[in-house]
């Protein structure tokens, strides 16, 4: 990967242990689009999850649908009563009749594993053969039929969002073999009555992609188009019974944060979040900052300080940094040769930050000390390349 150097010398260079330890700015820093900086230290991280013992085997923090033992998670979409559907060797089956079935519990944006195959004696032809579908939120349908050697409408075959898009390609195995989908959706966004993002969803059927990050029309339904439709911000899951002996096994689900943005526009939402995080964590460095210093570690707090304003505009710290910076300098400036070049790491690294908070507009250039450090270090030899 191409990389452009950002900062002089030393800190261009910075090791993993100095950015492990916040000693330099480093990364663009936080904007009205991102609350962190570029490798941020500073940012939390993700939780841990242990993965599945084999692929399609669900995660640590997944919420598990089916294990081929219990009906439990699920209900009639009709009334709430017990799943009236059958297990049948270690799968649950469509029973006909029986009605559309619901998971008890709702879920939102999220990560769906779940397996099916149609019968392994073909009945009927186009929508007639192992008919079914998966509604996420109850709302969106991914369909679910052989489509192994049986022609039917494009929008309407297996791996095709109904009624709006077909797959990619059709990647159906034969009657009476498992298959599997890998979903990850989000929901629209909306602000008020207003849509600001449609929903999307992306699709691996058997391990190849069959939906790639579709935008929904509007919500599913039969021989029509429809417009969106504000809902909660969590339904449950539903499989449909369309009176053929589909099954359904190993199906787990993981919710999923949401994500910012308008991709469809290229532009960005400016949402409240942001701006809370960020102060948030500037309030968290400055404490640290105040930590250091009170330890009597000057450099390391006035460098924290550095850190904090990158996060949240304040007229107080940056006064405060542009003094102790001030101060800094006067005390390099005392110093002999070679107590200059014992420091020189040091010293290319204030004069990195302090390049870093005039690029981009967060000290003035005309009150941070920049330009009287960059000077005193060249004259002392401290920017020479070896």
């Known amino acids: 990967m191409k990389t452009a150097a950002r900062f002089p010398l030393a800190l261009a260079a910075c090791s993993a242990a100095a ?23 500073n940012r939390p991280r993700p939780a841990v999850a242990t993965p599945g013992a084999a692929l399609g085997q669900p995660p640590s923090d997944a919420v598990i649908l089916l294990d081929g033992k219990s009906l439990d998670a699920w209900e009639s979409d009709k009334d709430g009563s017990p799943c009236a559907w059958k297990l049948v060797d270690g799968a649950m089956e469509v029973v006909k009749g029986k009605g559309q079935i619901r998971t008890k519990q709702s879920f939102g944006d999220c990560q769906l594993h779940i397996e099916w195959r149609t019968p392994d004696v073909v009945e009927g032809s186009s929508q007639g053969r192992g008919n079914s579908g998966v509604f996420l939120m109850g709302t969106y349908e991914l369909q679910v039929l052989d489509c192994f050697e049986n022609d039917t409408y494009p929008d309407g075959q297996a791996g095709s969002i109904y009624a709006e898009n077909p797959p990619l390609v059709n ?83 993981r919710e999923i944060p949401d994500y910012e943005g308008d991709f469809t526009t290229g532009a960005y939402r400016k949402p409240a979040a942001i701006v809370a995080q960020r102060k948030a964590t500037a309030a968290k460095v400055r404490g640290e900052a105040e930590k250091i210093l009170a330890g009597g570690d000057k450099l390391g707090g006035m460098q924290k300080l550095f850190e904090a304003a990158t996060y949240e505009a304040d007229a107080a710290v940056q006064a405060r940094i542009v003094s102790m910076a001030g101060a800094y300098v006067d005390e390099i400036r005392a110093l002999d040769a070679a107590k200059t070049e014992a420091r020189k790491g040091e010293i290319t690294g204030v004069l990195g930050d302090l390049d870093y908070l005039v690029k981009f507009g967060i000290v003035p250039a005309a009150e941070a000390p920049k330009g009287a450090l960059q000077k005193l270090a060249a004259e002392r030899g401290l920017l020479k390349k070896k």
């Open 19 to 41: 950015l492990s330890a916040g000693a330099a700015l480093y990364g663009d820093p936080p904007d009205e689009r991102h609350a962190w900086a570029v490798h941020d230290m």
């Open 171 to 253: 990647v159906c195995r034969k009657p009476g073999e498992w298959q599997a989908y890998d979903v990850v959706f989000h929901q629209p966004r909306w602000e008020g009555d207003t849509m600001v993002r449609p929903g999307s969803i992306t699709v691996f059927q058997n391990g190849v992609l069959v939906q790639d990050h579709w935008l929904f029309e509007g919500t599913s339904t039969h021989r029509k188009r429809t417009l969106p439709r504000k809902h909660e911000a969590k339904l449950p899951l539903k499989l449909q019974d369309h009176g053929n002996p589909t099954r359904f096994r190993n199906a787990w689900i």
